[in-house]
């Protein structure tokens, strides 16, 4: 747009500067003939402000728009010295000093004896293109100039708006560039954030499932070697439990790794998923006495999954790291909360030292508003006590 614009401009002008070489020969020719009367008319009705000086300095002539948009109204003699407008000036401003500066300004213009093109602004707040142009005699002598002041205020208004919005685009884009570049930074640790879950939450399934898996084969086959000289039936059917165990733990490992979440049996039915659970546990030689209390046909797969896991891995626990051979379980469903005991007759520990484990299950019963508090009573036992409340049991 602002191309555009400077061509219009210097189009204009080029036409103003022929239009005025034009009428000055006119003018010219005119002043030596009676034709003077039909020149003076013709120059008082250009619009553009222009003036023609000799080759003395003296002012030959001028149209209106030079006397009251270019001088601000002051009011020169046709013939009159170039110097004659200063002193003028300073009668008629007195103590305006910024009226007097742009006289001086324009005096020195007037002054200039060689083609040339400028670019005038704040001149009585307009901006003009001034044209000067010298006719030349034979010998390099200027014979007179003439000088036009085309007003583009209006142009360069539009210039400027142009280039203030110009401004706002590039600074609107610096900006949006900037939030891209927060929006790609959060983007990154958002990819981070939800890789590190990932790990985390592949690093609990496989911790649950596979200590499972590992303590329950390993038990089942301690226990069928064990009786198997006097009870291979029993012996046999232990090792069966087993195959189905690593069968379906290795499925589910597989579905955590995946991301595909196998159906639960806890999510239909808490109480026969966790009946099926404690015997399974019981097949390792473990003896443990499940008491359930309240809404037997509880559905509420959040809840049901964390309790279930929660019995899961304390009862591996127990098995691995207690070596208990008693476990007690009492959950209660009763009055809008969840209780929930488990507590077994392992060997114990004076210090609890939290592993991915119970890390994973203060987390998952964090999550649903719950309490855990478990420890030990230094040489034998462990117990866990948990309190949820929920909305509707």
Not at 327 to 344: E, R, S
């Amino acid at each position: 747009m602002k191309i555009t614009i400077d061509l219009w401009i210097l189009l204009g002008g080029v036409s103003v500067v022929l239009t005025l070489i034009f009428v000055t020969f006119f003018i010219i020719k005119a002043k030596k003939s009676k034709l003077s009367i039909a020149a003076g008319v013709i120059a008082e009705t250009f619009e553009v402000s222009f003036v023609l000086v000799d080759d003395c300095d003296r002012i030959i002539d001028f149209n209106r728009p030079f006397i009251t948009s270019i001088l601000g109204g002051l009011q020169i003699a046709k013939g009159a010295k170039i110097e004659e407008i200063v002193s003028a000036a300073e009668d008629k401003f007195k103590n305006n000093k910024d009226s007097i500066k742009i006289i001086h300004d324009i005096v020195r213009i007037l002054k200039t004896k060689e083609d040339d093109r400028l670019i005038i602004k704040e001149l009585n707040r307009k901006s003009y293109d001034v044209n000067i142009s010298c006719f030349i005699e034979k010998g390099s002598r200027i014979r007179m100039r003439i000088i036009t002041f085309d007003d583009i205020t209006v142009y360069d208004n539009i210039t400027r708006k142009l280039m203030d919005r110009k401004k706002e685009l590039v600074d609107m884009n610096e900006e949006v560039m900037s939030v891209y570049e927060q929006l790609s930074r959060h983007a990154s640790a958002l990819e981070e954030l939800a890789a590190s879950r990932e790990k985390s939450r592949l690093a609990k399934d496989v911790h649950d499932e596979l200590g499972y898996l590992m303590i329950m084969l390993s038990s089942l086959m301690e226990e069928s070697k064990r009786i198997i000289s006097e009870k291979p039936d029993v012996a046999e059917r232990k090792l069966h439990d087993a195959m189905d165990i690593a069968r379906k733990g290795l499925e589910e490992i597989r579905c955590s790794v995946t991301g595909l979440a196998p159906e639960k049996p806890e999510s239909e039915n808490l109480k026969k998923a966790l009946d099926e659970l404690v015997e399974e546990y019981r097949n390792s030689g473990m003896k443990i006495d499940f008491i359930f209390e309240g809404q037997e046909d509880f559905k509420n797969p959040l809840y049901s999954k964390v309790l279930y896991k929660t019995c899961q891995e304390a009862l591996t626990n127990s098995l691995k790291h207690g070596r208990a051979k008693n476990v007690v379980i009492i959950l209660k469903l009763i009055n809008k909360c969840i209780t929930l005991f488990i507590i077994d007759d392992g060997i114990g520990c004076k210090s609890v030292e939290k592993n991915i484990g119970l890390s994973s299950m203060e987390e998952r019963i964090g999550k649903l508003n719950g309490m855990i508090k478990y420890g030990s009573g230094g040489e034998r036992g462990f117990s866990i006590f948990i309190i949820i409340p929920v909305e509707v049991v």
